[in-house]
């Protein structure tokens, strides 16, 4: 099979996990924002945010090196065994310090004590699937990956409408009924963290045969290299998650104690409109990490590496118009609580941050197929600097809106910053007076829709079209070379 047309098909399988997923805990949204007044829900954020941050710590970078190994070494078994081995002894580690220490991990974390323990729990279950799905996705296995994470967030999103929606329901018709007496008033957070913990508890009941079936040897200077090719990746994803959602920690932590958690709400509800570039973004991530280390060895990969970021921006800057024009509308399907709208003014900008950090990762492959993952490292530290500056000089004076340009800034920043370093690295032929025609254009389209004409429907249709018939008219053949097959 063509490797592109592989590439796209597996990355359609991917966005189903990853999609599909995600667009169920998108209407998550709706039903938090309408069971909970900002505040309460910029309590959650925060928590939600610490869940990213010690995601990435818990996982190290194995994950990466899993797969950077597992497709380079000729006995596989021996890191399958060594990866999972470190994976549950560093959980278990956590786990039994952790709720040794509770009270102190709360009250370093701000988080109510009442939660901390839900916490640990559900990061030391997702810490113990990091290697399983990495498995999959190595073996090129992604109708089962879809399974398993689908399965996840369809019990998440089923006990949660029935603990936010139907519980309350029952309480308030049927009082004497023996479900009605499970509820408990102003326990929404609790009632969410806990469909989160079944959740979990079931993916990883589903992912337990490697556990099973390892013969768990552990070599040590296999775990050695994979730490030290590791490292890099896992200073590089806490810098990236401090970009991703620290700004709820800081915006928390530097706006006045009585509006803050509500300006956290406001802006973590508005920024979830930005979930479509997100998705497409990961999709098409997960799709093409296999693909970079399966073909770094083919004969001038460059080629292929450029054609694929070519089409990540064609179809993405489509993404970044189509919502901007679309934002009041999606809005109304999935915020529809007016007191979360006075944050929608961040939605553009969040949206081409999200774009910008698709593109870096497209072109972040030098450094991850030539083993110079301290690159990496150092790029989203770069960009972790620049969220941290930017939110800690500005969120004091303009709220939220510092947390979005920050956003923007720092994605903006590694993706130039990653072009920079790999051209003479690793040249790869980038069609640049493409990619910088199509993300100007739609750009400029958005900035006219959303600011300009102010989110006018029958305007931004007109230029979303236009943008619609301009790519067909200049990618239609070369689209279809992808998409369809091709005669033998």
């Known amino acids: 099979m063509n490797p592109l047309k592989k590439l796209f098909k597996q990355t359609a399988i991917y966005g189903l996990a990853t999609v599909l997923p995600r667009m169920i805990s998108f209407f998550l949204v709706r039903v938090h924002t309408d069971a909970m007044p900002p505040e309460i829900y910029g309590e959650l954020a925060v928590i939600f945010a610490y869940f990213a941050m010690f995601n990435v710590v818990l996982a190290y970078g194995m994950e990466t090196a899993f797969f950077r190994f597992y497709t380079k070494s000729d006995d596989k078994e021996s890191v399958i065994s060594t990866s999972l081995t470190s994976i549950l002894a560093s959980t278990m580690l956590f786990m039994v310090f952790s709720l040794l220490f509770q009270d102190g991990m709360a009250s370093l974390l701000n988080i109510d ?17 990091i290697i399983p799905f990495a498995w999959l996705r190595a073996n090129e296995r992604p109708l089962r ?8 967030v369809v019990i998440n999103f089923g ?20 479900l009605a007496a499970l509820y408990k008033p102003n ?9 989160n913990l079944v959740a979990s508890a079931v993916t990883l009941l589903l992912m337990l045969k490697p556990y099973l079936i390892s013969k768990y040897t552990f070599d040590k200077k296999l775990w050695g290299e994979m730490m030290k090719y590791a490292i890099p990746v ?13 700004d709820r920690v800081m915006l928390e932590a530097l706006l006045p104690e009585d509006i803050a958690n509500k300006e956290v709400g406001m802006y973590n509800a508005c920024v979830k409109l930005a979930l479509f570039m997100t998705l497409f973004s990961t999709a098409f991530r997960m799709g093409i990490e296999p693909f970079f280390f399966s073909h770094a060895g083919t004969e001038n990969p460059q080629k292929a ?10 179809l993405g800057s489509v993404i970044l118009l189509g919502v901007v024009v679309f934002a009041d509308v999606l809005k109304v399907l999935f915020v529809k609580n007016p007191a979360y709208w006075e944050a929608m003014s961040v939605v553009p900008i969040i949206l081409l941050a999200s774009f910008f950090l698709g593109i870096y990762h497209n072109l972040s492959v030098w450094y991850k197929v030539t083993d110079k993952t301290r690159y990496g490292a150092f790029i989203s530290v770069f960009g972790a600097f620049i969220t941290i500056g930017i939110n800690y000089f500005f969120i004091p004076y303009i709220g939220y809106m510092a947390s979005a340009i920050a956003t923007v800034m720092a994605y903006g920043s590694m993706m130039v910053l990653s072009y920079y370093l790999g051209k003479s690295r690793y040249p790869v032929p980038y069609n640049f007076r493409k990619i910088l025609f199509y993300l100007g254009v739609s750009i400029f389209f958005s900035v006219l829709s959303f600011y300009v004409f102010d989110r006018s429907l029958i305007i931004g249709s007109v230029l979303l079209l236009s943008y619609l018939g301009l790519v067909y008219r200049l990618e239609n053949d070369k689209l279809k070379q992808i998409f369809l097959r ?3």
């Open 113 to 129: 004590p009442k939660y901390i323990k839900y916490v640990i729990f559900i990061l030391s279950l997702d810490a113990l699937v």
């Open 145 to 152: 990956y879809a399974v398993v994470k689908i399965l996840n």
């Open 159 to 178: 006990l949660t409408l029935f603990f936010l929606l139907i519980l309350p329901n029952m309480a308030k018709n049927s009082p004497e009924s023996f």
């Open 187 to 195: 326990f929404q957070i609790t009632y969410i963290i806990i469909a």
């Open 234 to 246: 896992l200073i590089a994803g806490v810098a990236f998650t401090i970009n991703e959602v620290f």
């Open 305 to 314: 590496y450029a054609q694929i970021t070519n089409y990540f921006v064609v």
């Open 486 to 488: 091709q005669k033998n």
